[in-house]
């Protein structure tokens, strides 16, 4: 950041450098108030001389996202090259802090202490220190809407301005729904102009407080981004937005999923901006992530009306069997398989590992498929057949993610029947263009008395050979006791 301060430069297009202030108006080099006023303050008492633009706005910038506060603001100016090089003896040097910290010419007392201070070897960045730990330091920094970053406490706070009571009762609005009560608006303003908190930490209090969260409970999924919508992008959600987060929460990302990707946005920062609000650094809380794969494949329409027709089932029963049919001959043979006390705890731990406690059924089966398909080498050489030598499929596949068809669509089977789902396994043929194909695995699944395949398929042997739940008129076809499906 010294370079910023060192370098005396102009806009290279002709253009004027200006940026927006905390105190809600467009930053000026020349401004005397506000987060400019402070960091023209730094300018000309510790460099003495007026800003370069480049360097104001940088400095204007940082302090009003937060990312920097008034002591890392000064640090960068007190420890730039500009600033070490200058010649200056101790009483210069004290009477620079006096008139930034303290506003004023150092009184012969305390010039004293300080100077004897240095006598004895103290350094003067620790004397620098000291004055950040000021009231004074705390006061003028307060004056500026700014944080100080100082420890001191502040005896002079100024009054909420009109921005940050707008602000806060736009959070009212927006986000719970009502008129600010006088309580709540007092104490939230007050937080905001003696900068105990950042616009971030308002908006988190409103998001997680029990009165949006019991509300969250009842609101249908759009009204719940819109809302995120209006508090920080400032503006109704667009079409896709809103499907795209529609589809997220769905997923289970939650509040705090939706906090973390709305409140880090640009606009937002502009937002607090336009109030004179700090906007404030990231704040963490703790949401799990959806891989972006993952909920770009859930989106597909296909894979939604699967999903739905699983949900329509009204009655799950988990057990731990299946049928396989073999459909190779004109005549259907049938064997009943058993899914092992081993294999269970292999699917169990899957479920531990991958599913969120708010997915249903049917998207606890879709995120399966998905995984299978992504995760799965295509067990083609003598390596891969011994890796999965004496495993059963959901052991292959979970855990040694190798396999072919009969593995990636017996693994899928064993979890949807783990899950509740009426699944079996077919043994039969890929149809082609050509005629009959080869051999193959796949799922069937028996939803409200309609048939519908599930095939997990390879996205490294065969990208798009993937079913979810759909009705065999709906795929490439399969064969079937030589009739081709569909």
């Known amino acids: 950041m010294a370079e910023t301060v060192t370098e005396d430069t102009e806009p290279t297009d002709g253009s004027t450098v200006t940026e927006t202030s905390a105190s809600g108006t467009t930053g000026d080099p020349g401004e005397e108030e506000g987060l400019g006023g402070f960091v023209n303050r730094l300018y000309s008492t510790v460099l003495g001389r007026a800003c370069d633009p480049e360097g104001y706005a940088d400095w204007c910038e940082q302090l009003s996202e937060g990312t920097k506060n008034g002591r890392e603001v000064a640090e960068g100016f007190f420890e730039s090259n500009e600033f070490l090089s200058k010649t200056l003896t101790d009483e210069e040097y004290l009477a620079i802090l006096y008139r930034l910290f303290f506003n004023r010419e150092p009184d012969p007392e305390g010039l004293a202490t300080w100077l004897g201070k240095l006598s004895e070897g103290v350094s003067r960045t620790d004397i620098r220190s000291g004055f950040y730990d000021s009231s004074e330091w705390e006061n003028t920094c307060l004056s500026y809407r700014i944080r100080s970053g100082g420890n001191g406490t502040a005896t002079e706070v100024p009054e909420p301005t009109e921005g940050m009571i707008t602000f806060v009762s736009s959070l009212y609005s927006e986000c719970l729904d009502r008129e600010p009560d006088e309580w709540g608006l007092n104490n939230w303003t007050k937080q905001l102009s003696s900068q105990e908190v950042t616009g971030k930490q308002v908006a988190y209090g409103f998001f997680f407080s029990q009165e949006f969260l019991t509300k969250a409970q009842t609101m249908e999924t759009e009204d719940l981004i ?103 001959s004109a005549t259907t043979t049938s064997e009943r398989m058993t899914i092992s006390d081993r294999e269970i705890a292999v699917i169990e731990r899957f479920a531990a590992t991958h599913f969120q406690p708010s997915w249903s059924a049917g998207q606890k089966a879709a995120y399966t498929l998905w995984w299978i398909h992504m995760n799965v080498r295509y067990a083609n ?106």
């Open 226 to 328: 819109r809302a995120f919508y209006l508090v920080f992008l400032n503006r109704e959600p667009d079409e896709y937005g809103l499907k795209y987060w529609s589809d997220k929460y769905n997923w289970g990302i939650g509040v705090e999923g939706l906090f973390t990707g709305f409140a880090d946005s640009a606009e937002f920062s502009d937002k607090c901006k336009s109030y004179g609000v700090i906007c404030g650094d990231h704040i963490d809380v703790g949401n799990l992530e959806i891989d972006s794969e993952f909920m770009e494949f859930a989106s597909w329409g296909s894979i939604r009306l699967g999903i739905d027709r699983l949900n329509s089932v009204s009655e799950l029963y988990p057990h731990n069997f299946y049928t396989q049919f073999n459909v190779q």
């Open 381 to 486: 050489s003598s390596a891969a057949w011994s890796a999965m030598a004496g495993c059963g499929y959901a052991e292959a596949v979970f855990e040694r993610r190798v396999g072919q068809c009969a593995q990636y669509n017996g693994a899928l089977i064993e979890m949807m029947c783990w899950l509740g789902f009426d699944a079996n396994m077919i043994l039969g043929s890929r149809g082609y263009s050509g005629g009959l194909g080869a051999q193959h695995f796949w799922g069937e699944v028996t939803v409200n008395g309609e048939v519908y395949v599930m095939e997990a398929g390879n996205y490294g042997d065969y990208p798009y050979w993937l079913y979810f739940c759909a009705a065999y008129n709906e795929t490439r076809k399969y064969i079937k006791n030589t009739v081709l499906m569909g």
